[in-house]
């Protein structure tokens, strides 16, 4: 039996990803780097209760980044790298959404 993990670590909210919702019903999730496309399928078919139709997954190599620090009339410099993660683009049926704002209410 497969060990039980959070697929689904957030969604992605962007001017973009606001509009392929509106327009295209395409949802972005910030996921586990192991998971694969039935496993998210099913992972948000089953936390938000709609059908999906595509998956689209795209893996993000962390940036590398530079940081400069003025310590005791030193500089010190020092480079690293921003951890890799996964995209995944989810496309729901005609007349499917996710409310990802759930419990705001308009008064």
Request: glycine share 6%; charged share 35%; proline share 1%.
């Amino acid at each position: 039996m497969e060990k039980v993990r959070n697929i689904i670590l957030k969604p992605l909210l962007t001017e973009k990803m606001t509009y392929l919702s509106d327009a295209e019903r395409k949802y972005a999730f910030k996921v586990d780097m192991a998971a694969n496309k039935l496993e998210i399928k099913d992972a948000v078919e089953k936390r938000f209760n709609v059908h999906v139709e595509k998956v689209a997954v795209m893996r993000q190599n962390g940036k590398s980044k530079t940081l400069t620090v003025r310590s005791g009339g030193k500089v010190i410099r020092t480079n690293g790298t921003r951890a890799n993660w996964k995209k995944a683009l989810v496309t729901l049926r005609e007349g499917e959404r996710i409310d990802l704002f759930e419990g705001e209410t308009a008064v």
